[in-house]
Each structure stands twice: as structure tokens, then as C-alpha cells.
């Protein structure tokens, strides 16, 4: 096997076998990507249920309930994170009329921290 030379104006046999290995070299990077995302989404699950568990945070649906009454609208996605010591629910709201709200809301009481709303 030749060596190929390092410019752009390589032979396509070089080529391909440049982008053949940064393929393999990705394939065996990747599962331990999805395995360190997969461990920390599960650490931020069991953290949520434990503080549930320990009173330290409302439950999400108590949340939910408010948010959609209070800012008329539906949720279409939340976080459940720890900021700063704080934890924290970041939620998404469609509201009814078609702006999407973003809410961070103190997990501990439901009280609004942050809102962002776009058009």
C-alpha cells in the first residue's frame, strides 16, 4: 500500500481510503458518546425522582396544570434540570395564539425564574 500524499489533489483511491477510516475511527467513537448521553439523561432521572421523593420539587403534572392555565396554552416540551443548585424546569408552551413561550420555573414551587417569548 502507497502512501497518499496530504493534499486535496490526492489520487481518489487516497480519498477513499481517508474517508473510510475517519468513518471507521467514527463508528467506534459513537457508542461511547451515546453511552455517556444515556447515562447522564438517567442521572437526571433518578435526581428528579429523588427530589420528588424528598418533597424538594413539585410534581411536573402539578406544574403543568399551572402553566397551562396560567399562560393559556399547551406544553410541548420540558427539561427537568439542576442550575446553579436550583432545580429547575424549563418548559415550552404553543400558546393559543401560535407564540411559543419558554418558561424556566423554580421546581420547588413553580414560581417563573425566566420567559422568553417568540413570535
Known amino acids: 500500500m502507497t502512501a497518499c500524499p496530504p493534499s486535496r489533489l490526492a489520487p481518489p483511491t487516497c480519498r477513499v481510503r481517508r474517508l473510510v477510516q475517519a468513518a471507521a475511527l467514527a ?3 459513537l457508542p461511547s458518546a ?17 427530589a420528588l421523593q424528598q418533597g ?3 410534581p411536573l403534572r402539578t406544574v403543568m396544570d399551572r ?6 396554552g ?17 418548559i415550552r408552551l404553543l400558546q393559543n395564539d401560535g ?6 420555573l423554580d421546581a420547588r414551587d413553580g414560581s417563573l425564574i425566566s420567559m422568553k417569548r417568540k413570535n
Open 27 to 29: 463508528c467506534a467513537l
Open 34 to 50: 451515546w453511552l455517556q448521553t444515556a447515562q447522564a439523561g438517567s442521572d437526571d432521572h433518578e435526581l428528579a425522582r429523588q
Open 56 to 58: 424538594k420539587i413539585l
Open 67 to 72: 402553566v397551562e392555565e396560567q399562560y393559556r
Open 74 to 90: 399547551q406544553v410541548i416540551k420540558v427539561e427537568f434540570e439542576r442550575d446553579d443548585g436550583l432545580f429547575v424546569y424549563d
Open 99 to 104: 407564540k411559543l413561550v419558554k418558561l424556566k
